[in-house]
Structures are given as structure tokens and as C-alpha cells.
């Protein structure tokens, strides 16, 4: 990958795929999801061994897939149409270019349905049920799937019809209130995660709340149930500590910049070379902090003695901390407070973060080999399990790349029906990533 540093992956301690039979082994999930949030809870289930077949549009596929640049690149430094956004939830899956839109594509989608545990979508409220593919008609086929909708406000209320992106829960669920600068201070104001959170947030719901069903699926009722997950919902939810303070004190959390509410000397620091971040808890913690900065009396002042007296005078205590730390260097003051026990960390950029030993010895960094041989860096799954560890990884599909032998192995389709659905353009071609560099290099 040109212009970004080499990945390995796991090393001795990555057990492959084969060694072992991964919990969702037997689980066959029917993919209708885009962008992140569905993606990314069915690429929980197929970390964990369960078959995804991703369902795309035949000659677009995900729009995620063009969320760039910049976009991985082959060994001669050519753009493939592959970005972040999409080789970040689409490992391990298989990918059929289908066009529901039609009506060979439909019976198409409920024949797979009829022989799949999961199915995923995350379409606007009802767009399904014009195609006989709403869960009634699924479930009509199959009566033990699982199937999971996943929308920004859910299947019902005043704005379920409405249709929404990460940035707009973050503003409407409250994360951007407490996030970001207080008010008269520079650089005031509610401010976005830099991450997708709500996104990954609600996908990981999701892949709970699957996990859940078919759990009761299996070992309660026999039969499958709809999920309704709502991304501001999951959002608000995830907020539980915000809004548990508002409702015990009838006042909304403010924002807090880099410090933590109600933390005292906690937060961020700026040192003779980066940023580092404390998080001092204890009165003895604190007791080591002064003493590390050269103010020992202030374990006798009394405007810090207590959790509660720190919180309200907070900013005083941040002043002292920050000018003790403004001209010493990082390391060796990371290194005084961990031998004191005070929780901390430099802020790191990601290029930083993957060269931390600890990330490295946790194997954090992964890769996978696509089938035309192109090397795709992943970020591994941060499960460990004892007995069934998630080892190595198959590379995200190319648009399409399986639609054939999805179709043939699961439906028993012969080679002049699917040539006849290609020909129609029901289905899509086969393609791999070097089709997608050669395609690219003739337009």
C-alpha cells in the first residue's frame, strides 16, 4: 500500500481460521446493509466464523466502497475501488452483485433468505416492502430467520421516514453537548467525535442483539423475530452516564474540552513535545501528582482534598498541573506517573498508535491477501477468546466476486441460467480486484 507503513500481521500468536471451529461456524447471514452500521455488525458475526453474503447493487456496490480517496492501492501504486470506509466492515464476507430493484432479483434475494439464519438490512422505513423483502415476507419463507432493520430513528414515531448520517444523531442525540469546549473559552461550542461512533456504536448493538435472538431462536422458541435498532436510539443509550446526570440533577451536562467532568486535574496536558492525557482518581493518586509536579503543600490545601472539592475547583488545580508539565518532555514524565500509579497516556496519532508496543504485542494490525493477490490492512478483531480465538482474515470481496458461486453452491443454479441473469443484468458479472485496475487504466 503505497505511502502508508507496512502491516504485519499477527505473528506466533494468530491462530488461523482452519485450527479451530469459530463459534458462528454454522450461521449463514444474508447481508443487505450498507455504508457502516449494518456492515459492521455482520462483519462481527463473520469474525466469528459465520458465513456473510453481502448483497450489491450489480456495477456499484456499496457506496461506501468509493468513500475516498484514498483508496488502497495495488503493488504498482494504482488505485483499486477500495476505500477505508468499506475494507474497515466488509472482511470476511462474500460479495453477490443483485439487483433487487427487479423482479428476478427479488426471488433471487428470498431463495437465498429461505436458506439463511440472519438477514441485515438497513433501507429507509418500508423502501423493503416494495419488493416483498420486509420481514412479513421473509418470515413468510423462512420462519426462523433473524431478521435485523437497522434506520436512523427506528421503524416507528414522527421520524421514521426521515433519513440520517452519523454527524446528524451525534447533534440530535446529544453527543455533540458534551462535546467540545465550554462556553467562553477559545474554541467554544458542541463539536462532532472525529469518528463514525454512532455508526460502530449501533452496528455493535446489533451484532449483540442478533447474537441474542439467536439465542433464543435456539434454545427457547425455535423461531426467528424481527430487531428494530434505531441509530439515535443505540446513540442515547450509549449516553447513559449523560443522561443519567440530567435526570438526577435536571441540568444538562456541559462540555468539559479535554478535561472529564467533574475529574478535577484530569484531562489533557500539553508537555515540551506532545499532548498527554491524565486521569488522577483516588486522593492518593493525587497525593503522587503533586508531588511529581513540585507542589507538595497542595496536599494540605483544601480546595483539593476531596473528589468534590477538586471538581469545583478544578480549573485552579489544571493551571498548576499544566504549568508543571508545559516544559518537560513526554516520556519521562509518562514514565514518573506510571511509576506512581496515576493513570496516563500520550495522545497519538494513528500512525503512533500502531507502532505502541503494547498495540503491537496485542497484534492490533492485521492483513489479509485478496485473490488477485493485492495485500488489504485490516484492524484486527479485539475478541480473545480462550478456545475458539478469531485468527487470521480473508480480505473484503470484490464487487460481485462470488455472485456465481453463491448462486450455483446455494440455489443449484447451472451456468446457462446465470449467464442468462448476467445477460439481463439481474445479476453481475464476476469481478475481481485486478479487473477493477485493469478496468480503470482503459477509461
Given at each position: 500500500m503505497a505511502g502508508a507503513p507496512q502491516i504485519q500481521s499477527g505473528g506466533d500468536a494468530v491462530i488461523g481460521r482452519g485450527e479451530c471451529v469459530l463459534p458462528f461456524a454454522n450461521l449463514r447471514v444474508l447481508d443487505l446493509s450498507r455504508i457502516i452500521a449494518g456492515p459492521w455488525a455482520t462483519q462481527m458475526l463473520a469474525d466469528c466464523g459465520a458465513e456473510v453474503i453481502k448483497i450489491e447493487r450489480p456495477g456499484q456496490g456499496d457506496p461506501a466502497r468509493h468513500y475516498g480517496p484514498p483508496f488502497l492501492q495495488d503493488s504498482a501504486g494504482r488505485n483499486l475501488d477500495e476505500s477505508p470506509f468499506s475494507i474497515s466492515v466488509n472482511r470476511n464476507k462474500r460479495s453477490a452483485a443483485i439487483d433487487i430493484a427487479r423482479p428476478e432479483g427479488q426471488d433471487l434475494i428470498r431463495r437465498l433468505a429461505a436458506k439463511c439464519d440472519v438477514l441485515v438490512e438497513n433501507y429507509k422505513v418500508g423502501d423493503l416492502a416494495r419488493y416483498g423483502l420486509d420481514y412479513a415476507a421473509i418470515r413468510s419463507v423462512n420462519p426462523r430467520i433473524v431478521y435485523c432493520s437497522i434506520t436512523g430513528f427506528g421503524q416507528s414515531g414522527p421520524y421514521a421516514h426521515r433519513p440520517g448520517y452519523d454527524p446528524i444523531f451525534q447533534a440530535m442525540g446529544g453527543l455533540m453537548s458534551v462535546t467540545g469546549h465550554p462556553d467562553g473559552s477559545p474554541g467554544e461550542g458542541p463539536m462532532k467525535v472525529g469518528a463514525v461512533i454512532v455508526d460502530v456504536i449501533g452496528g455493535m448493538y446489533a451484532g449483540f442483539a442478533l447474537a441474542t435472538a439467536l439465542y433464543h431462536r435456539d434454545c427457547r422458541s425455535g423461531q426467528g423475530q424481527h430487531i428494530d435498532l434505531s441509530l439515535l436510539d443505540a446513540e442515547i443509550a450509549a449516553l447513559s452516564h449523560s443522561a443519567l446526570h440530567y435526570f438526577i440533577s435536571g441540568s444538562p451536562p456541559g462540555r468539559h474540552g479535554n478535561g472529564i467532568g467533574g475529574g478535577g486535574g484530569s484531562g489533557m496536558y500539553r508537555c515540551a513535545d506532545k499532548p498527554i492525557v491524565i486521569s488522577p482518581g483516588t486522593d492518593a493518586?493525587?497525593?503522587?501528582?503533586?508531588?511529581?509536579?513540585?507542589?507538595?503543600?497542595?496536599?494540605?490545601?483544601?480546595?483539593?482534598?476531596?473528589?468534590?472539592?477538586?471538581?469545583?475547583?478544578?480549573?485552579?488545580?489544571?493551571?498548576?498541573?499544566?504549568?508543571?508539565?508545559?516544559?518537560?518532555?513526554?516520556?519521562?514524565?509518562?514514565?514518573?506517573?506510571?511509576?506512581?500509579?496515576?493513570?496516563?497516556g500520550a495522545v497519538n496519532d494513528m500512525g503512533q498508535v500502531f507502532d505502541d508496543p503494547q498495540v503491537r504485542h496485542r497484534h492490533m494490525a492485521a492483513s489479509a491477501c485478496a485473490a488477485d493477490g493485492t495485500s488489504v490492512p485490516l484492524v484486527a478483531n479485539p475478541i480473545r477468546f480462550s478456545e475458539t480465538p478469531i485468527g487470521s482474515y480473508r480480505a473484503p470481496p470484490a464487487l460481485g466476486e462470488h455472485t456465481r458461486e453463491i448462486l450455483g453452491t446455494l440455489l443449484g443454479m447451472d451456468s446457462a441460467a446465470m449467464e442468462e441473469l448476467e445477460r439481463s443484468a439481474v445479476i453481475g458479472a464476476p469481478r475481481a480486484m485486478g479487473n477493477l485496475v485493469k478496468k480503470r487504466s482503459e477509461s
Amino acid at each position: 500500500m503505497a505511502g502508508a507503513p507496512q502491516i504485519q500481521s499477527g505473528g506466533d500468536a494468530v491462530i488461523g481460521r482452519g485450527e479451530c471451529v469459530l463459534p458462528f461456524a454454522n450461521l449463514r447471514v444474508l447481508d443487505l446493509s450498507r455504508i457502516i452500521a449494518g456492515p459492521w455488525a455482520t462483519q462481527m458475526l463473520a469474525d466469528c466464523g459465520a458465513e456473510v453474503i453481502k448483497i450489491e447493487r450489480p456495477g456499484q456496490g456499496d457506496p461506501a466502497r468509493h468513500y475516498g480517496p484514498p483508496f488502497l492501492q495495488d503493488s504498482a501504486g494504482r488505485n483499486l475501488d477500495e476505500s477505508p470506509f468499506s475494507i474497515s466492515v466488509n472482511r470476511n464476507k462474500r460479495s453477490a452483485a443483485i439487483d433487487i430493484a427487479r423482479p428476478e432479483g427479488q426471488d433471487l434475494i428470498r431463495r437465498l433468505a429461505a436458506k439463511c439464519d440472519v438477514l441485515v438490512e438497513n433501507y429507509k422505513v418500508g423502501d423493503l416492502a416494495r419488493y416483498g423483502l420486509d420481514y412479513a415476507a421473509i418470515r413468510s419463507v423462512n420462519p426462523r430467520i433473524v431478521y435485523c432493520s437497522i434506520t436512523g430513528f427506528g421503524q416507528s414515531g414522527p421520524y421514521a421516514h426521515r433519513p440520517g448520517y452519523d454527524p446528524i444523531f451525534q447533534a440530535m442525540g446529544g453527543l455533540m453537548s458534551v462535546t467540545g469546549h465550554p462556553d467562553g473559552s477559545p474554541g467554544e461550542g458542541p463539536m462532532k467525535v472525529g469518528a463514525v461512533i454512532v455508526d460502530v456504536i449501533g452496528g455493535m448493538y446489533a451484532g449483540f442483539a442478533l447474537a441474542t435472538a439467536l439465542y433464543h431462536r435456539d434454545c427457547r422458541s425455535g423461531q426467528g423475530q424481527h430487531i428494530d435498532l434505531s441509530l439515535l436510539d443505540a446513540e442515547i443509550a450509549a449516553l447513559s452516564h449523560s443522561a443519567l446526570h440530567y435526570f438526577i440533577s435536571g441540568s444538562p451536562p456541559g462540555r468539559h474540552g479535554n478535561g472529564i467532568g467533574g475529574g478535577g486535574g484530569s484531562g489533557m496536558y500539553r508537555c515540551a513535545d506532545k499532548p498527554i492525557v491524565i486521569s488522577p482518581g483516588t486522593d492518593a493518586e493525587y497525593v503522587a501528582l503533586y508531588g511529581i509536579i513540585g507542589r507538595p503543600e497542595l496536599t494540605a490545601d483544601e480546595r483539593f482534598s476531596t473528589y468534590a472539592l477538586r471538581s469545583h475547583n478544578g480549573q485552579a488545580l489544571r493551571t498548576a498541573i499544566q504549568e508543571a508539565f508545559a516544559g518537560r518532555e513526554s516520556a519521562h514524565l509518562l514514565e514518573q506517573l506510571e511509576q506512581a500509579g496515576i493513570p496516563c497516556g500520550a495522545v497519538n496519532d494513528m500512525g503512533q498508535v500502531f507502532d505502541d508496543p503494547q498495540v503491537r504485542h496485542r497484534h492490533m494490525a492485521a492483513s489479509a491477501c485478496a485473490a488477485d493477490g493485492t495485500s488489504v490492512p485490516l484492524v484486527a478483531n479485539p475478541i480473545r477468546f480462550s478456545e475458539t480465538p478469531i485468527g487470521s482474515y480473508r480480505a473484503p470481496p470484490a464487487l460481485g466476486e462470488h455472485t456465481r458461486e453463491i448462486l450455483g453452491t446455494l440455489l443449484g443454479m447451472d451456468s446457462a441460467a446465470m449467464e442468462e441473469l448476467e445477460r439481463s443484468a439481474v445479476i453481475g458479472a464476476p469481478r475481481a480486484m485486478g479487473n477493477l485496475v485493469k478496468k480503470r487504466s482503459e477509461s
